[in-house]
Structure formats: C-alpha cells, structure tokens
C-alpha cells in the first residue's frame, strides 16, 4: 500500500531562515505523482507542485523549491528566506497514475514562521 | 477561470441531525469531485469522490454519503449526525485528465 510520511510534526523558524520540510513516500508503482499543499489558517489548501514519477529535476519557484530523489523515495520541500505569512500546514501527497482516484496524503507539518 | 464555492463555511449541529454540505465548482466541464474530511490537528481522509453525474465512490464507510445531481454540483449529506462528524470538510475539483486537485475554501462542521 501506498504511504506517505512527513516525519516533522511542526517546526518553527525566525523570519529569514532556510526551512526544509521532509516528505518520503512508499510505493511499489513506477508511474506516480507527488505533490505539495499549503495550508494556511484560513484552511483552504492551496496547490503548490505536482511531479511525476519520471522527472527528478528539481524546481524554484521564487523562494520554494522542491527536491526529489527517486533513490531515496523523498520529494523535500524548500523555502528560502522564510516570511510570516509562509506560517501553514503544509502536506505532501501522492497519486498512483492510472488508478482511480486514491490520493493519499502525509499527515502535515506546521511551519511557524517568527518575526 | 475555474473557481469552487462550499456552503455553508461553518455548520453548529446537533447530534442526530441531518446535513447537507454544497459544493460547486464554476469555468469548468466534467471535473472530478472530491470530499474530504480533516479532523482537529489531523491530515485529510478522502471520502468520497466523483467522475461523473450519478457516479459515487466512498472510500471509507461512515453514514455520510455524498450525491452529484449536476455536472458541477457535488452534496454530502448524512441522515443522523454523530459527535465523530465534527471536522473540518473540504471539497475539491481536478480536471478529468489530470491529477491535481484544486480544494474549496471549506466548512467547519460542529456536532454538539
């Protein structure tokens, strides 16, 4: 069965710090998708990234930036400079390709940004 | 643009009451609907989910059970509430060729 774990239950920063969020999944499929949320207070999640499972170049997106290693089953999410209003959930998600409609989503981690 | 709308954002009911949470979703034909449920401090359980008018699935058995009348309409509803309905429930849209999916802005079910 698919699984995906994000071992940092929360994590607090200052403003301006590099922050890494860790997402490893499990899966015995070739084709798949990953994916990454926010979600702020407000609680709507809100759509970051998506990245199948046959390309492993890495992502910027201004201050996100996204790291995936197939070798090691993980999809890390990077923000750089981190700001106040980067304070969310964020969850890591995956898709087996093809197969229905089963999403499966990591359990979250809370990032407290700090003035 | 594609835009997705819930009502009612937050819902106080009493257990054994009935529910009736809408989601619609606009600028957009045929999308794959989704139910999902987030309890306090908890990821999300999906529960139901949609590929077509008159299609359901459910992913987890509870009393809740979902309808899709319309193309861009998708309800979730339960005949008798439980205190364990209490949560954060959120609806969501993907395009049907495509794996993202694009969430509402939600509504917090209370059941007292």
């Known amino acids: 069965a698919q699984k995906v774990t994000q071992a940092q239950t929360e994590i607090s920063v200052v403003e301006k710090e590099d922050v890494t969020l860790d997402c490893v999944y499990e899966?015995?499929?070739?084709?798949?998708?990953l994916f990454w949320y926010k979600q702020p207070p407000s609680g709507e999640l809100v759509f970051l990234i998506r990245?199948?499972?046959?390309?492993?170049q890495n992502e910027i997106s201004g201050r996100y930036s996204w790291n995936f290693q197939k070798s090691t089953s993980s999809f890390n999410f990077t923000i750089t400079a981190s700001q106040v209003v980067d304070s969310a959930v964020y969850f890591c998600?995956?898709?087996?390709?093809?197969?229905?409609?089963?999403?499966?989503f990591g359990p979250g981690t809370r990032l407290s940004v700090l003035p | 643009s594609q835009t997705i709308h819930q009502w009612p954002a937050t819902l106080v009911q009493p257990v054994g009451s009935p529910l009736s949470l809408e989601c619609t979703v606009e600028?957009?034909?045929?999308?794959?609907l989704y139910w999902y449920r987030q309890a306090a401090g908890r990821g999300l359980q999906l529960l139901f989910y949609?590929?077509?008018?008159?299609?359901i699935s459910s992913e987890v058995p509870q009393n809740l059970s979902a309808s899709r009348p319309q193309d861009r309409q998708f309800i979730l509803s339960s005949k008798k509430l439980l205190l364990s309905d209490s949560g954060f429930y959120l609806c969501?849209?993907?395009?049907?060729?495509?794996?993202?999916?694009?969430f509402g802005p939600g509504t917090r079910l209370t059941v007292t």
């Open positions: 969501a849209w993907s395009p049907p060729s495509s794996y993202e999916q694009y």
């Open positions: 899966t015995r499929d070739t084709t798949y998708y």
């Open positions: 949609s590929v077509g008018i008159g299609q």
């Open positions: 998600a995956f898709h087996r390709s093809n197969y229905g409609q089963n999403f499966v």
């Open positions: 990245r199948n499972s046959f390309d492993e």
């Open positions: 600028g957009t034909s045929n999308p794959n």
